[in-house]
């Protein structure tokens, strides 16, 4: 399947880009070297746009982040085409001087993960890689999370941590009781999703980059399509109802809309899933 993206090298292919982290205030650089035939930006909405970068040239774009939170940056041409297939990746902006908040006053955190979510309906990747504009209803039949999807026991890559989601270590949650994990999921994609927790509630930060200003505790969020995101912090504790024990071993995150557990057309058992490991 043909994807372009923000890679770190020429000879690679990075899908999603690499993860960025900053704090409110830095300035950013950064240089976007157009390697394609066709022109493509680097944008993040209400904080940078590059504007047209031609096929071959190279651009640097320097900007400050202002606001703590999580963003998209993406390619903003073609839309929504040059981001669907694969021009997108995380930015962080932690708030001045904290390292364990979203915004300041927020409930607390030890670790953080970003997890971007795509969709991938072959035809438009196709229709891109000739050049052409997407003519078909979007019919996604790949999903998934930074770029991987999960495999199941049995599976010759199940557990693998280059391929299986639920292994790979920039999406499976590790944590011991009171490791509470900040996780920023961000869709590049276009469909919306039902995200799923088990072992424990999640609390509920923000949904499109906007803090609620209840904290509410639930297992599952929605998370809104077309560059919407959440940030939820999953706190690694025994639930109020668990009883006797602590949990322990391996639960999953799964999305609860079945297509994005599925793929090549319906293939039941791969996805956007994760695993959630009580150390
Ligand atoms: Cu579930």
């Known amino acids: 399947m043909y994807f372009k993206g923000f890679s770190t090298d020429t000879n690679s292919l990075t899908v999603p880009g690499a993860q960025l982290i900053a704090q409110e205030g830095d300035t950013v650089r950064v240089t976007i070297v157009n390697t394609l035939g066709t022109s493509h930006s680097f944008k993040i909405d209400g904080?940078?746009?590059?504007?047209?970068?031609?096929?071959?040239?190279t651009k640097t774009v320097e900007f400050t982040v202002n606001n703590a939170g999580?963003?998209?940056?993406?390619?903003?041409?073609?839309?929504?085409?040059?981001?669907?297939?694969?021009?997108?990746?995380?930015?962080a902006v932690m708030p001045s001087g904290s390292s364990n908040e979203l915004y300041a006053g927020s409930p607390t955190f030890v670790q953080q993960y970003s997890w971007v979510i795509n969709d991938i309906d072959p035809a438009w990747h196709d229709r891109i890689r000739r050049r052409r504009t997407p003519n078909t209803p979007f019919t996604p039949?790949?999903?998934?999370?930074?770029?991987?999807?999960?495999?199941?026991?049995?599976?010759?890559?199940?557990?693998?941590?280059?391929?299986d989601s639920g292994y790979a270590l920039d999406t499976r949650l590790e944590g011991s009781i009171g490791d509470r994990t900040l996780v920023r999921i961000l869709n590049a994609g276009g469909c919306m999703h039902s995200v799923?927790?088990?072992?424990n509630h999640v609390e509920w930060l923000a949904r499109n980059g906007q803090p609620r200003a209840d904290v509410w505790k639930k297992d599952t969020v929605l998370l809104p399509n077309n560059i919407g995101s959440?940030?939820?912090?999953?706190?690694?504790?025994?639930?109020?109802?668990?009883?006797?024990?602590?949990p322990t071993g391996m639960y999953?995150?799964?999305?609860?809309?079945?297509?994005?557990?599925?793929?090549?057309?319906?293939?039941?058992?791969f996805g956007i899933a994760t695993t959630i490991a009580f150390k």
């Open 196 to 199: 799923h927790f088990h072992a």
């Open 47 to 57: 904080v940078v746009d590059s504007g047209s970068i031609a096929g071959g040239q």
């Open 70 to 91: 999580s963003y998209l940056y993406y390619d903003g041409l073609n839309a929504p085409y040059n981001r669907l297939v694969g021009l997108h990746g995380a930015l």
């Open 230 to 246: 959440l940030d939820v912090i999953y706190p690694f504790e025994v639930p109020p109802d668990s009883w006797p024990q602590a």
């Open 252 to 269: 999953p995150m799964h999305f609860h809309d079945e297509m994005t557990q599925t793929a090549g057309g319906g293939l039941y058992q």
């Open 141 to 163: 039949s790949y999903f998934t999370i930074n770029g991987r999807s999960m495999r199941v026991p049995g599976h010759p890559d199940y557990g693998n941590p280059d391929i």
